[in-house]
Each structure stands twice: as C-alpha cells, then as structure tokens.
T-cell receptor
Framework: AQTVTQSQPEMSVQEAETVTLSCTYDTSESDYYLFWYKQPPSRQMILVIR??????QNATENRFSVNFQKAAKSFSLKISDSQLGDAAMYFCAYLNYGGSQGNLIFGKGTKLSVKP | DTEVTQTPKHLVMGMTNKKSLKCEQHMGHRAMYWYKQKAKKPPELMFVYSYEKLSINESVPSRFSPECPNSSLLNLHLHALQPEDSALYLCASSQGGQKNSYNSPLHFGNGTRLTVT
C-alpha cells in the first residue's frame, strides 16, 4: 500500500522569504502522480501544483515549485517570496497512474504560518 | 469564489435528527465526491459518484446516505449520527468520470462544518 509522509507538522516563514515543505512517499509503482494541495482557513482545498512521475523536469507554478527526487521518493514544495495569503495547511498527495482522483492518498499536512 | 457550492456552511444537529448536506457544481463534471475531514487531519474519502452512479463507498456507516439526483447535484443524507461524526464535510468534483481522471483535478467546495450534539 502506498503511504505519504509529511514530517513537518508546522512551519513558519517570514513574508517575502522562501520556505520548503517536505514530503516523502512509498510506492512500488513506477507511474504515478504527486500533488500539493493548500487549505486556507476558508476551508476550500485548492490544487497548488502537480507532478507526473515519468517527467524528470520539476513542475513550477509561479512562486511554487517542486523538487521531485524519484529515486529517493521525495517531493518537496518550495514557496518563494512568501505572502500572507500563503498561510494555510498544505497537503501532499499521491495518485496511482490511471486511478480515480477519489483514490488520492494524502499526507497528514503541514501548517504554514507567514509572519509579516 | 468556489465553483463547487455547498450548503449549509454550518450545521448543528441532535443525534435523533435527520438532515441533508447539499453540493452543486455547474462545470459539467461527471464525477462527484464526499470527503470527511476531522480537525488537523487530511480529508478521508467517503463516496464517489461517476456518471450519477455510486462507484465507491469506503465502508461508510449506513447513517450516511448519499444521493446524486442529477449530474450537477450531490446530497448527503444524515440520520442518527453520533458525536464522533462531527467534522468538516467536503464535496468535490472532477471532469470525465472516474477512471483516468488525472488530467482533471479535483475542485473542492468550502465544506459544511457539522456538529452533532
């Protein structure tokens, strides 16, 4: 069975600085997808970024980028130029290739605080 | 603004009450989901509807009864709940049905905060 581990329950960053959230996962599959979701106090889960395992190039979305290390089964999220609106709970998630989005496996989350 | 609308935002109910949670989307998505989220925990999948048919039921107690009247609506009927059922209930949708829906990410609503007294 696949598992997702987020080892940092809480993180804090100064506004305009850079922060990296860690995620590791365990799978015997070779094809899969990885995601980072953000859940602010408004409660809505928002997709931040996604990565296909077969792609070597790390995904980027504006200030958000990932460091995907397939051999190490690591998928960290880097937030550059942190903004107050980035404060939220961040969940790392895994999905088998061809699987339903309903089969997402979530990590336990990292609560990010942004200090002004 | 969320494209998946959930009502009510908050609900307090007694253990003998019957209530319903509602979810609506108008993005033409054919897969809809119910998740349960306890405080400081990740969401847990409850049900998946694909093309208005129940395709996944994650061993959820029968006091939770889902219903998909049409492709835009998803309900969760609640009856005889327990205090431990208090949680945030999230609805989500995705395009194209269940299988191989990776290229259509989940769109979540803002959830219903349920308290069972």
């Amino acid at each position: 069975a696949q598992t997702v581990t987020q080892s940092q329950p809480e993180m804090s960053v100064q506004e305009a600085e850079t922060v990296t959230l860690s995620c590791t996962y365990d799978t015997s599959e070779s094809d899969y997808y990885l995601f980072w979701y953000k859940q602010p106090p408004s409660r809505q889960m928002i997709l931040v970024i996604r990565q296909e395992a077969y792609k070597q190039q790390n995904a980027t979305e504006n200030r958000f980028s990932v460091n995907f290390q397939k051999a190490a089964k690591s998928f960290s999220l880097k937030i550059s130029d942190s903004q107050l609106g980035d404060a939220a709970m961040y969940f790392c998630a895994y999905l088998n290739y061809g699987g339903s989005q309903g089969n997402l496996i979530f990590g336990k989350g990292t609560k990010l605080s942004v200090k002004p | 603004d969320t494209e998946v609308t959930q009502t009510p935002k908050h609900l307090v109910m007694g253990m003998t009450n019957k209530k319903s949670l509602k979810c609506e989307q108008h993005m033409g998505h054919r897969a809809m989901y119910w998740y349960k989220q306890k405080a400081k925990k990740p969401p847990e999948l409850m049900f998946v509807y694909s093309y208005e048919k129940l395709s996944i039921n994650e061993s959820v107690p029968s006091r939770f009864s889902p219903e998909c009247p049409n492709s835009s609506l998803l309900n969760l009927h609640l009856h005889a709940l327990q205090p431990e059922d208090s949680a945030l209930y999230l609805c989500a949708s995705s395009q194209g049905g269940q299988k191989n829906s990776y290229n259509s990410p989940l769109h979540f609503g803002n959830g219903t905060r349920l308290t069972v007294t």
